[in-house]
């Protein structure tokens, strides 16, 4: 009897440990260290991963006496991203595991100053930062930061962290695509990219070839664009048949649309021949009525009207590299681009400064080109009849 009421206690107390253990092995801790007068209301969101997936977790650690203790769960490791509610830019990412007990300790407001403590990856990311972080509003200085780190530590998990976190790939993702096929392959697998929050790199804006580098899916000199026009039509813009060509890409809610209209308005004027540009005015919402109303309100003639109804997952779309709205994209004759971006001053710019090249001598020899720079095909649209052929004259030597 007391042999099978000491093996139960002892099943028991091993059942208690493995449930304390899981427990802890889920969990892991940040500890605040301030100096006792240190005031603030810190936001933690973080991805806590379970066995379903996971889902977002936010909560808030408030400086008491300079002190705040926060309990977070996870099953997989996850990045705590710790901004301050009264300073918008002062802001820090946090490596966590489970199991962990991170430190974060510093003397002022300033996050890119603080001290993060409690396991290896966090702490080289905290030395990293407070150098770094001098250079952080001049975006080359700071890619140049992460570039420097990389080039040193290619094996190091962090040298994909830095890039997926901390680098601009919007702004510079051919830079981006060169630094990220330079680490190593074994620190940077799916699980690391979903934990960043980069599904980019999973076959959107980037995409990997056979021999596990990535390639920038955006296409530069991409000569032809279709789009979808009024009436379930298709509209094919030809940039190598116009002088230069000037794309606006944009939704409903575009602050600046009717900034963007007069100007698209003054180019039609400015070069009325529309067989020499395109001017093309595209909407990228998934609502046709919105589209229609929005083009008969602003009286826009002279111009492409298109439609991109998945927006800027569009596999067109992310070929063109139309990564926010609004943007433009600035086209030459070669189909090459010579402008992308948000700003509508330069866009126009850079647009004029094509059109206003001289053109040069045609050839004598030259053959004349196909005026049309725009192939409209509406379900319409049907084949031409066959022309009748001309009868055949009577061969003299068959009557003799």
Same mark, same amino acid.
């Given at each position: 009897?007391k042999?099978f009421?000491s093996?139960m206690?002892a ?5 208690v440990v493995m449930?304390?253990?899981g427990?802890?092995? *889920? %969990?892991?801790k ?9 005031i603030?209301n ?9 066995s ?8 808030t650690? +408030?400086i008491?006496?300079?002190?705040a ?12 991203y710790?901004? $301050?509610?009264?300073?918008?830019n002062?802001?820090?990412i946090?490596y966590?595991?489970? @199991?962990d007990e991170?430190k974060v300790? @510093?003397e002022?407001?300033?996050?890119s100053t603080?001290?993060v403590?409690g396991?290896k ?6 030395e =990293?930062?407070?150098?770094?972080y001098?250079?952080?509003?001049? +975006?080359?200085?700071l890619?140049k930061s ?5 080039k040193?530590?290619?094996?190091d998990?962090?040298s ?6 901390e680098w601009n790939?919007?702004?510079?993702p051919e830079?981006?695509?060169k630094?990220?096929n &330079? ?10 990219i979903?934990?960043c929050?980069?599904?980019d ?6 995409a990997?070839?056979?021999d596990g580098k990535l390639?920038y899916?955006?296409?530069p000199n991409? #000569?032809?664009l ?5 009436? *379930?039509g298709?509209?094919?813009l030809?940039f190598t048949?116009?002088?230069g060509?000037?794309?606006?890409f944009y939704s %409903? *809610?575009d602050s600046e ?5 007069d100007s698209?308005?003054?180019?039609c004027?400015?070069y009325?021949d529309?067989?020499k540009?395109?001017?093309?005015d595209?909407y990228?919402? +998934?609502d046709s009525m ?6 008969r ?5 002279g111009?492409?009207?298109g439609?991109?109804? !998945? @927006?800027v ?7 063109m590299?139309?990564? !926010?709205? /609004? =943007?433009?994209?600035v086209?030459?004759?070669?189909g090459?681009e010579?402008?992308?971006? $948000?700003d !509508?001053?330069s866009?126009?710019a850079?647009?004029?400064k094509l ?6 001598k /045609? &050839?004598?020899? %030259?053959? /004349?080109?196909?005026? &049309? ?7 319409e649209?049907k /084949?031409a009849?066959?022309k009748?052929?001309? #009868?055949?004259?009577p061969?003299p030597?068959?009557?003799?």
């Open positions: 009897m042999t009421i093996k206690v099943m028991m107390a091993c059942v449930m304390l253990t427990c802890v092995k *889920n %969990e892991f940040i500890d605040f260290e301030f100096p006792k007068d240190h603030g810190y936001l933690l969101t973080y991805y806590a991963w379970d379903r997936g996971g889902r977002w977790i936010e909560q650690a +408030s008491q006496e300079g002190a203790s926060a309990g977070c769960i996870t099953r997989l490791p996850t990045l705590v710790v901004r $301050d509610a009264s300073l918008p002062n802001n820090l946090i966590a595991e489970r @199991g991170i300790a @510093g002022g407001t300033d996050m603080w001290t403590k396991n990856l966090s702490e080289r990311w905290s =990293w930062r407070k150098e770094a001098k250079k952080k509003n001049d +975006s080359k200085a890619e992460i570039e420097d780190y990389i040193k530590n290619p094996s998990q962090l994909a962290i830095l890039l997926l976190t790939r919007r702004e510079n830079g981006f695509v630094l990220w &330079s680490v190593d392959n074994g620190v940077k697998d799916k699980q690391l979903e934990m929050g980069a599904p790199l999973l076959g959107v804006e980037f990997m070839q056979a390639k899916a955006k296409d991409r #000569k032809i279709r789009v979808r026009s009024r009436d *379930n298709l509209d094919t030809k048949k116009a002088k060509s000037i794309l606006f %409903e *809610n649309r009717r900034e963007t209209t698209l308005k003054e180019l004027k400015a009325p529309s067989a540009r395109i001017i093309a595209i990228m919402d +998934s919105t589209w229609i109303s929005a083009i309100r602003d009286s826009l003639k111009t492409v009207r439609w991109q109804p !998945r @927006g997952a569009e596999d067109d779309m992310v070929k590299g139309v990564i !926010r709205l /609004p =943007w433009y994209i086209k030459d004759k070669m090459k010579t402008y992308a971006g $948000d !509508r001053k866009a126009v850079a647009f004029r059109m206003d090249k001289k053109d040069p /045609p &050839s004598t020899n %030259e053959k /004349p080109k196909d005026k &049309s720079a725009v192939d409209k095909l509406t379900p649209r /084949p009849a066959n009748a052929q001309p #009868k055949k004259k061969d030597k068959r009557n003799n």
